[in-house]
């Protein structure tokens, strides 16, 4: 079935450092990919939709600038978090459709984002 | 805020017992989804009922949809320690994006 490959699974970071998170739709092309963060025994909030070729939408709050997206190809959408800071760690998922006609979404594993 | 909200925020029951989650919602959706997630783990998507649909079944699970009042239930028949999760509602309603609930969490206790 349509698997949504997303890598690293966790990464410590440094404050002011930058972290790539990488998700790659396996079997099928993810035209859409939509980027999650969870902070701990709270809900998925979503944090923005990246579209392959275009400028991701970024969700009220969310601050373009820190969290870049790139959609550059069918099969790959990285999310990176530019100049982390300690306020940053979180829990990170990415979601894709599932294939035409079927509903539903397949997500990544997550990134446990920890940022010391 | 799209943002839907289930009741109860924890719920603890014994192995064999059913759970019930409920799941509100403030728009107009054209489908409902539950998701379960294990802690730290992403999403599992558990199943999808269409607007036009008020009851839907899959293994122990029952999902009901009662579009004019907003709300959703999820019943887990015969409940197992391996079900002990999170339980998530998403709704969608438009064009590939949804948004979660606060989420339900679930202890089976064996």
């Known amino acids: 079935g349509a698997v949504v490959s997303q890598h690293p699974s966790w990464v410590i970071c440094k404050s002011g450092t930058s972290v790539k998170i990488e998700c790659r739709s396996l079997d099928f092309q993810a035209t859409t990919m939509f980027w999650y963060r969870q902070f701990p025994k709270q809900s998925l909030m979503l944090m923005a939709t990246?579209?392959?070729?275009?400028?991701?939408?970024?969700e009220q709050g969310v601050e373009k600038d820190k969290f870049l997206i790139n959609h550059a190809s069918l099969t790959l959408s990285t999310l990176t978090v530019t100049s982390a800071h300690p306020e940053d760690s979180s829990f990170y998922i990415c979601?894709?459709?599932?294939?035409?006609?079927?509903?539903?979404?397949?997500f990544g594993s997550g990134t446990r984002l920890t940022v010391v | 805020s799209q943002q839907g909200e289930e009741d109860p925020q924890a719920l603890s029951i014994q192995e064999g017992e059913n759970a019930t989650m409920n799941c509100s919602y403030k728009?107009?959706?054209?489908?409902l989804q539950w998701y379960r997630q294990n802690s730290g783990r992403g999403l599992v998507h558990l199943i999808l009922i269409r607007s036009n649909e008020r009851e839907k079944h899959s293994g122990r699970l029952r999902v009901t949809l009662d579009t004019s009042k907003k709300s959703s239930s999820l019943l887990i028949t015969a409940s197992r320690a391996a079900d002990t999760a999170s339980y998530f509602c998403a709704t969608d309603a438009a064009g590939n994006q949804f948004y979660f609930g606060t989420g339900t969490s679930l202890t089976v206790i064996p």
């Open positions: 728009t107009s959706i054209n489908n």
């Open positions: 979601s894709a459709p599932l294939s035409t006609g079927l509903y539903g979404y397949t």
């Open positions: 990246s579209n392959e070729g275009s400028k991701a939408t970024y």
